[in-house]
């Protein structure tokens, strides 16, 4: 789905459209331990399947919110052209996040970006607004909708992006 590269004037061009869709990714028991590892949130609903399976409507664990949207950073790469002229992307941050459905340990996910807008600042920063929805397998309800603003670093005179 991804070309390598786009000219951020075809990439105006594209506003109001869907840009891209990642990979599948499964999201297993092992990246939800990892998760509550590093962010110490180790609630029984997402570390103990037996416990979930038990105390809870979804017949076991269920990743953390904040997982499936860091996810984002890896899903973008694979399904979004880079800008030409563009040596690295940053996080600028989120208009809106909405946690709409639990994604069960095991479930498969994929995230699908629109081009909200796209405007170029006088520093050459390309300021990048994506309303991203995370879609679950087999599941008429997303996992989550979120505007997402990102910016594109310009390349530094005398470099190239590799």
């Known amino acids: 789905m991804r070309s390598d590269t786009i000219a951020i004037d075809e990439a105006k061009a594209l506003v109001g459209e ?3 869709v990642s990979n599948w990714r499964t999201v297993s028991q092992e990246m939800i331990d ?5 962010t110490d949130d180790h609630q029984f609903i997402h570390t103990d399947p037996e416990r979930a ?9 269920i990743a953390h919110g904040f997982l499936s949207l860091s996810l984002l950073s890896t899903m973008i ?4 052209p880079k800008l030409e002229g563009t040596s690295a992307g940053v996080n600028f941050g989120f208009d809106r996040v909405r946690f709409l459905n ?6 498969r996910i994929r995230a ?14 390309v ?14 309800k997303p996992a989550l909708t979120a505007r ?15």
């Open 127 to 140: 300021e990048c607004h994506y309303d991203v929805t995370v879609e679950i397998e087999n599941n008429l």
């Open 102 to 107: 639990p994604v069960k340990s095991g479930a």
């Open 77 to 80: 790469f694979e399904a979004v």
């Open 18 to 20: 869907e840009v891209g």
């Open 34 to 38: 990892q998760f509550a590892a590093a």
């Open 148 to 162: 997402w603003l990102t910016l594109a670093m310009p390349d530094r005179p005398g470099e190239t992006a590799t």
């Open 53 to 61: 399976a038990r105390e809870t409507p979804y017949g076991g664990t």
């Open 112 to 125: 699908h970006f629109m081009l909200a807008q796209l405007k170029v600042r006088p520093s050459g920063i």
